[in-house]
Antibody, heavy 115, light 106 residues
Framework: EVQLVESGGGLVQPGRSLKLSCVAS????????MNWIRQAPGKGLEWVAY????????YYAETVKGRFTISRDNAKNTLYLQMTSLRSEDTALYYC????????WGQGVMVTVSS | DIQMTQSPSFLSASVGDRVTINCKAS??????LNWYQQKLGEAPKLLIY???NLQTGIPSRFSGSGSGTDYTLTISSLQPEDVATYFC????????FGAGTKLELK
């Protein structure tokens, strides 16, 4: 069974940093591209970033480019999202999802940016 | 980015009803359109990928159709367990999502 479990969320002050993790199981992690998607309270879903299976291709939404970094450790079956210079508008539930067409999703981890 | 306009936002239907939800893209997305179901507190679940392909394990009452800019999710006979929010995703280019349809029982 494919499982994706996010962690690392919490309350953080504006301008600070936070690193999210997504641990994958039930499939060969190193064979799949991975995504981060977020949903702000009361808002729609927003794709945040994508990384290919071997980390050769990385793409970001314009809203996070230059502040967020997606990475992965295939030996640890783990996807990361390093978030810096956080803003209140980054407050959201963050999901990781497998594959370029997002076939499996985790349950999400909440990030709240507030002073 | 490609904009996805999903309708309706809310839908109330009875058990056994045929239900349709629509997504319209701002440009041709070449059938790169997925449909998801999300129940409260749960991860989104892929129902249909690339317009009309049923994901493994999804009941056959769910189906998808469309082409170009216009796409439809159909539930042929609504069941109580289908109460959820449904949303579309285009992955022709940088992924973008429909705003969602909240489906309730009448």
């Amino acid at each position: 069974e494919v499982q994706l479990v996010e962690s690392g969320g919490g309350l953080v002050q504006p301008g600070r940093s936070l690193k999210l993790s997504c641990v994958a199981s039930g499939f060969t992690f190193s064979n799949y591209g991975m995504n981060w998607i977020r949903q702000a309270p009361g808002k729609g879903l927003e794709w945040v970033a994508y990384i290919s299976s071997g980390s050769s291709y990385i793409y970001y939404a314009e809203t996070v480019k230059g502040r967020f970094t997606i990475s992965r450790d295939n030996a640890k079956n783990t996807l990361y999202l390093q978030m810096t210079s956080l803003r209140s508008e980054d407050t959201a539930l963050y999901y990781c999802a497998r594959h370029a067409f997002l076939d499996y999703w985790g349950q999400g981890v909440m990030v709240t940016v507030s002073s | 980015d490609i904009q996805m306009t999903q309708s309706p936002s809310f839908l109330s239907a009875s058990v056994g009803d045929r239900v349709t939800i629509n997504c319209k893209a701002s440009q041709n997305i070449n059938k790169y359109l997925n449909w998801y179901q999300q129940k409260l507190g749960e991860a989104p679940k892929l129902l249909i990928y690339n317009t009309n392909n049923l994901q493994t394990g999804i009941p056959s009452r769910f189906s998808g159709s469309g082409s170009g800019t216009d796409y439809t999710l159909t539930i042929s006979s609504l069941q109580p367990e289908d109460v959820a929010t449904y949303f579309c995703l285009q992955h022709s280019s940088r992924p973008t999502f429909g705003a969602g349809t909240k489906l309730e029982l009448k």
